[in-house]
């Protein structure tokens, strides 16, 4: 099986899921792949593995380099299953010296593998290992995004390893940031960050400013979902930089549901009313959409329009999962609005409201509610709110 080379003596040696659609909750419309590194060196060293189910492409690719026996090192920079699903397998078959990780990888590999003989090596935060010509800083980035998190960097090669961080669900025949298109490779990173990260946004700031602080030099960046950057990781690292500030762009999102079409007339009204004050508009019906790629779309909207008709006293289910992974993943510094349909009881906007008011969004509009159909001066007074989230996103810039 094909390996690719890195840097000189380090090779990718993991696997592509071509077939992944759904990763818990997430569309991964492109598969994903699960990226695992072989250092060659007086020790040699291998950092993470795959999933389970594709255990059989790492030991080929491995095997395709050297004697998996000839391994000494296993580095466990993050215990969740898509990196340590084959772990097991793996310390079999290599039967390493070391099995490398954080104080918390190593409570979570037994909480999870239940092997407490195998050879830990439990490192500190900052502390550096020789492995012969090389060696290997661990980083620890708890809850970036699990406890047992941590980045392994390489100061020889300027080589960063970062887990989880950085990556992308894109499952591709090409490894490197200079071999695909850079807007879909930045729109994956950035569905990515919105449906993975946005809730540790203030850990992210912190790391970045601690890794600015260490001063490492850092010329690659691998990390263990999809494309590598070694032509510019300092493109991935601004737009974390942008993405965990949460500041939003002159942009707004109206996601809707609807029944009988009239909340739909309202969201088209709404847009219409937010386009009219040059601000970039994406209009999103979560019949049609899936709530992860609306939630990229929110990841750089500072306004934030929901519309939902009532049903039994409450929401259309799709709006209420969506509001419940957008809680979830606590986007903030946004403006909200809400508006809906309803028949008799009309509860969905004061609902949706509350909703935003727990995400500390600002709401500028009690919200508009349309009984059964709107006529043509209630979908002006939702043209109006439109333009009242237009102009109030566009002064905030000013
Ligand atoms: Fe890709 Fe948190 O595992």
Redesign the pocket.
Known sequence: MQTYEIKKDIHWVGAVDWTIRDFHGYSTYQGTS?NAFLMLDEKNVLFDTVKKPLKSDLVHRIKSIIDPEKIDYIVVN?V????SGALPDIVKLVKPEKVICSKMGHKNLLDHFHQPDWPYHVVNDGETISVGKRNITFIETRML??PD?MFSYVPEEKLLIS??AF?QHLGSSERFDDEVDQSFLMHEAAKYYAN?LTLYSPLVQKLLERVAKLGIEIDMIAP??GIIWRKNPGLILDAYKRWSAHQGTEKAVVIYDTMWHSTEMMAKAVADGIESQGISLKLIDLQVSHRSDAMTDVLDAKGVVLGCPTLNNGLLPRMAGFLMYMRGLRPTNKFGAAFGSYGWSGESVKLMNKAMEEMKFEIIHPGLRVKYVPTHDTLKECVELGKLMGKTIKDSFK
């Open positions: 699960y993050h969740e299953m898509d990196h995004h699990w998190s887990s989880d990556g993975i263990d979902h």
